[in-house]
């Protein structure tokens, strides 16, 4: 696969990503009662419903404007970037990344309290780890991917380069 058909790859994974980042916050919504964990594996693995206005670690809860460009600012750029593509690997991971930024987008525009400065809702929670959602995950999944794949890439295009 070459260029233009990267599009299309990255857009359905961006899609299928931040569709079922919302469904499952949707059902997370509906089923538990904020600051109430619901324990899976002991207290290592449980399900604690809050409302993130910040970053990673509620870090920056007053920069909610600043975060919700930015992730604007990453998905209309992974779109923009996808025909530019050379490596299917590199493509999922940008897809994974752009999914879950598009995920936590749509929380920022269209949840309390109000539009641009949302609250992102986050509900997996494993250890003494900062508790998060499947948007995030697909951010942490698609930087690995994408950076291995770069990697590779490098290496192979390197190798080439020595047996020449």
């Known amino acids: 696969m070459k260029g233009r058909n990267f599009l299309g790859l990255v857009a359905v994974i961006m899609v299928v990503a931040a569709a079922i980042d919302q469904v499952v916050k949707q059902v997370m919504l509906s089923w538990l009662e904020p600051g109430q964990a619901v324990n899976v594996i002991g207290d290592w693995f449980r399900f604690y419903l809050l409302f993130n206005p910040g970053a990673a670690f509620s870090m ?6 600043l975060f919700t ?12 970037y996808a025909p530019k593509l050379t490596n299917k ?5 940008i897809g994974l990344i752009a999914g879950g930024a598009l995920g936590n987008l749509c929380d920022r525009l269209f949840r309390e309290p109000g539009f641009w400065f ?5 509900y997996i929670s494993v ?13 942490t999944v698609g930087v ?9 890439t490098e290496f192979r295009a390197s190798s080439k380069e020595r047996t020449k």
């Open 127 to 139: 250890g003494s780890f900062a508790v998060f959602n499947i948007a995030d995950a697909c951010i």
């Open 60 to 65: 920056g809860e007053n920069m909610t404007w």
């Open 144 to 152: 690995v991917v994408f950076v291995v794949a770069m990697f590779v």
């Open 89 to 93: 690997w590199e493509a999922i991971g």
């Open 69 to 80: 460009a930015i992730q604007l600012v990453f998905v209309v750029g992974a779109l923009l």
């Open 118 to 122: 949302g609250h992102v809702v986050d």
